[in-house]
């Protein structure tokens, strides 16, 4: 039982360049979260689901898209990375009526 | 909009003594989740603690206890006997329990230094 994963654990981009982070749970959640955090602030939500095949926008969602193709995983893509996307990701998971969420190690992304 | 304030970028204590991080939030809601997550130089965030609304007695988790004061907005954090793993970033966080899928709302973290 690994909980939840990220891939992968660091990234350098060039600006404009485009990437996909991956997030993989294996709890059977229904519910998962992208986060960025940045310096001096705790964690801003990105995107979330609520579903396999439901997506939505959470507070800092521009040049951010997600999809939910499959239950356990939730993958955050960069289509034209911006210096300002520096930062690191957390994905978190949920069961139902759990209300409690359970966070990945964490992605650093640095954009150049 | 619902917002969580940390009012102690960083705190220190000496090991095996005890120390408390405020927290305090703002909502309109009577129904809603409260928590402490600790992130240390890992970067893992990890669950501390949970606090539901509704109930009034304090959560405990060993030597990591919460002050929740509802009337107040209030949420502080304990930590007794103080071991130098403590040393992190501490975030308080709300949720509504309302709706499905609610995300977490953050405070800015208090950074905690343990000295021994």
């Known amino acids: 039982n690994a909980g939840v994963t990220q891939t992968p654990k660091f990234r350098v981009l060039k600006t404009g360049q485009s990437m996909t982070l991956l997030c993989a749970q294996d709890?059977?959640?229904?519910?998962m979260y992208w986060y960025r955090q940045d310096p001096g602030m705790g964690l801003r939500l990105i995107h979330y689901?609520?579903?396999?095949?439901?997506?939505a926008k959470g507070e800092v969602p521009d040049g951010y898209n997600v999809s939910r193709l499959k239950k356990q995983n939730f993958l955050l893509g960069l289509e034209s990375a911006a210096p300002s996307q520096t930062s690191v990701y957390f994905c978190?998971?949920?069961?139902?009526?759990?209300?409690?969420?359970?966070f990945g190690p964490g992605t650093r992304l640095l954009v150049l | 909009a619902q917002t969580v304030t940390q009012s102690q970028p960083e705190m220190s204590v000496q090991e095996a003594e005890t120390v408390t991080l405020s927290c305090t939030y703002d909502?309109?809601?009577?129904?809603?989740?409260l928590f402490w997550y600790k992130q240390p130089p890992s970067r893992q965030m990890i669950l501390v603690i949970r606090?539901?609304?509704?109930?009034?007695q304090n959560a405990t988790e060993n030597r990591f206890s919460v002050n929740f004061q509802k009337a107040a907005k209030s949420f502080s954090l304990k930590i007794s006997d103080s071991q130098l793993g403590d040393a992190a970033m501490y975030f308080c966080?709300?949720?509504?329990?309302?709706?499905?899928?609610?995300?977490?709302?953050f405070g800015a973290g208090t950074i905690l230094r343990v000295k021994s």
């Open positions: 978190a998971s949920e069961g139902t009526g759990q209300e409690t969420q359970y």
């Open positions: 709890m059977n959640h229904e519910y």
């Open positions: 689901s609520v579903g396999e095949g439901t997506t």
């Open positions: 909502t309109s809601e009577s129904d809603y989740y």
């Open positions: 606090q539901e609304a509704y109930k009034q």
């Open positions: 966080a709300y949720r509504n329990s309302r709706t499905f899928g609610n995300k977490l709302v």
